[in-house]
């Protein structure tokens, strides 16, 4: 397994350039299924997980490539059926199901098992499919969902934690293809799920509240072929900004939407980070003197989850004490044993991490857990004295394309090391 060898200690310096977000991307390839015509996808990420929905596609019979950032998925003919040791082991694929149902009138999907963020159930993506009239079993370790005709409903899909990305997408795409009219109460308000929304209605489907909490969707006969380009990845591009800021560096950041991660620049410029707009780019600058600053995680638009492990190794170097409180995820706090290692100081109280900052960090061998996790140990090695190996970082291959690249080109000292 290979690992991330970094010398800490030298602020970032340069230009970024934003690639295309996993989560978009993940159901947006999902959604392919949903006709037999070519789709075409722009600014698509390098990544392990896109690679695996690939050949999740490919399993079910479709015909796919991916080629320069740019992927064609054809489905001319598909089965319900697709290979369960691939869709088993990435949790994105659960996305399939809507898809598959609405093509296909049935699907065989592996039951996703939790992982080291938490349970993470999907119990609401069964309830919007069974209102949508799927007969859905659990069998052996598989949901089997059958519908001759789905047919148009009205669900609620607001759960304890507020309403479910992936839940969403797979309610939405199966509703496209339904009968009548489906109206999604709490939907989720990310933008991955607005771009899916997008997509979907640039073959065909019409989705009325994309990007509010109530979705309303009239069913048509077909979807058709389409091109679409990935919106930029927020959760990139808020992971170099916590870096150049950990740094004490100054960088710029070309491609990214700064509307889709406000409620994290808000928490920035608290901290004391300069982040200026101008013509598209941002400018983003770290201050000698970080300061704490308390976070609470929540659905779009609040602060996502999904940056909380990089929030956190930031407050690791701000003098006096941060609160972060994970409200999406129950076992979000993996990266803390990890961020011990190089000198935090940092106490876990149920779903609060409170961490008394501004020790100096210094390098230590760690151990990625998962992908955000993993992100947030490589800014605590860059921003450290010393030199940090960050081991099992496949899980950042999952979700972060040509990451030391992007670092190297901003002057950090980062080397892969091919594992044993
Ligand atoms: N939940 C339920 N029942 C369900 C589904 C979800 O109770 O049927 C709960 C979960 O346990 C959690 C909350 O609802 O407490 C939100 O989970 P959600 O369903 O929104 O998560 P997801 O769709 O499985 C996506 C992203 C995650 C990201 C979350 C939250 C993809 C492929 N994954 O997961 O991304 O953290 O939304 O924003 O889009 C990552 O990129 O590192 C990552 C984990």
Do not use: W
């Not at 005709?149 to 304890?160: A, D, I, Q």
């Not at 009219?181 to 899916?196: F, K, M, N, Q, R």
């Not at 990845?233 to 889709?260: K, L, Q």
């Not at 190794?313 to 994970?326: P, Y």
């Amino acid at each position: 397994m290979d690992s991330f060898l970094i010398e800490g200690g030298r602020p970032l310096r340069g230009e970024v350039t934003i690639g295309g977000s996993k989560n978009a991307v993940l159901p947006i390839l999902a959604a392919t299924l949903l006709t037999s015509d070519t789709c075409t996808l722009h600014r698509v990420p390098d990544l392990s997980d896109v690679r695996f929905m690939l050949k999740i596609l490919e399993s079910l019979g479709a015909e796919a490539e991916f080629k320069d950032g740019t992927v064609t998925v054809r489905a001319a003919r598909i089965k319900g059926f697709g290979d369960y040791e691939l869709i088993r082991k990435m949790r994105g694929s659960i996305c399939i199901l809507g898809p598959l149902l609405a093509r296909c009138g049935e699907a065989r999907v592996s039951l996703p098992g939790g992982c080291v963020i938490g349970t993470r159930p999907i119990d609401l993506h069964l309830k919007g499919l069974a209102a949508l009239k799927a007969q859905i079993t659990i069998d052996s370790g598989y949901i089997q969902a059958e519908a001759r005709k789905l047919g148009g409903n009205t669900v609620f899909l607001g759960g304890r934690a507020g309403p479910t990305v992936l839940g969403t997408a797979n309610v939405m795409m199966a509703a496209t293809l339904a009968e009548g009219v489906t109206v999604i109460e709490s939907a989720a308000c990310e933008p991955e799920v607005g771009d899916l929304a997008n997509f979907l209605v640039s073959m065909g489907a019409r989705i009325q509240g994309i990007g509010s909490p109530t979705l309303t969707i009239t069913g048509v006969k077909q979807l058709h072929g389409t091109e679409h380009e990935v919106i930029p990845d927020r959760i990139e591009a808020c992971t170099f900004i916590c870096a150049a800021a950990a740094t004490r560096g100054e960088i710029i950041v070309h491609g990214s939407r700064p509307e889709h991660f406000a409620a994290v620049l808000d928490k920035l410029r608290e901290a004391g980070v300069r982040v200026d707009r101008k013509a598209g780019t941002l400018r983003v600058s770290g201050p000698t003197r970080l300061k704490p600053a308390d976070i609470t995680t929540m659905p779009y638009a609040g602060f996502p989850t999904d940056v909380q492990a990089q929030f956190m190794a930031l407050m690791c170097l701000a003098k006096g004490t941060s609160v972060i409180t994970e409200r999406i995820f129950e076992s979000r706090f993996m990266h803390v044993a990890e961020l011990m290692r190089l000198g935090a100081d940092i106490a876990i109280e149920g779903p609060n991490a409170i961490v008394k900052g501004g020790k100096p960090l210094s390098g230590a061998p760690v151990m990625a857990s998962d992908l955000r996790a993993s992100a947030a140990l490589v800014i605590a090695g860059l921003a450290a004295r010393g030199s940090t190996q960050v081991h099992r970082i496949y899980h950042l291959d999952r979700g972060y394309e040509r990451m030391e690249q992007k670092l190297r080109a901003l002057g950090a000292k980062i080397d892969r090391v091919a594992g044993e």
